[in-house]
């Protein structure tokens, strides 16, 4: 378990430092970035994973439900900087490929209505980055 959790930390931390750069063009001004987005915390993270019944599929499918909230809290709760990136990359996500990310997630996961995929939008596309079945903006 350990060592699923530290791959998917290695490899969420490298596409989040790929995705640094994109971020630091389209927001130069840090003070701008905290309205383009709302807070994602943990806790936002598993309700949306208890409302939509989310499971993960790919990287991270060897890791039981009831440890979804424990991994999360190891791999992405321990960084807030990646959290924070991880939030501004899903508000980027959601406004420009919300359709498109919609049909992906009803591929890979439980359907679910396009009202609900809207109002977890951005939980949503981080269980999908965490997941590995969609990556960051670039």
């Not at 998917?8 to 927001?27: A, K, P, W």
């Not at 807030?80 to 490929?97: F, G, M």
């Not at 981080?126 to 670039?138: E, P």
Request: with cysteine; proline share 2%.
């Amino acid at each position: 378990m350990k060592k699923v959790l530290h791959i998917l930390m290695f490899l969420l931390i490298s596409t989040v430092t790929y995705s640094n750069h994109y971020v630091n063009l389209r927001f130069p001004n840090s003070k701008n970035k905290k309205s383009y987005s709302r807070d994602i915390s943990i806790n936002s993270l598993i309700n949306a994973i208890n409302k939509t019944e989310f499971r993960f599929v790919n990287k991270a499918k060897s890791v039981p439900v009831n440890l979804y909230s424990e991994m999360l809290y190891e791999v992405v709760g321990s960084n807030p900087k990646l959290l924070k990136q991880l939030e501004i990359n899903s508000w980027s996500i959601c406004s420009y490929n919300k359709i498109d990310n919609y049909s992906i997630y009803l591929k890979h996961y439980k359907n679910i209505s396009r009202q609900t995929f809207d109002q977890y939008c951005q939980e949503l596309n981080i269980l999908m980055i965490i997941d590995g079945i969609i990556s960051q903006s670039k």
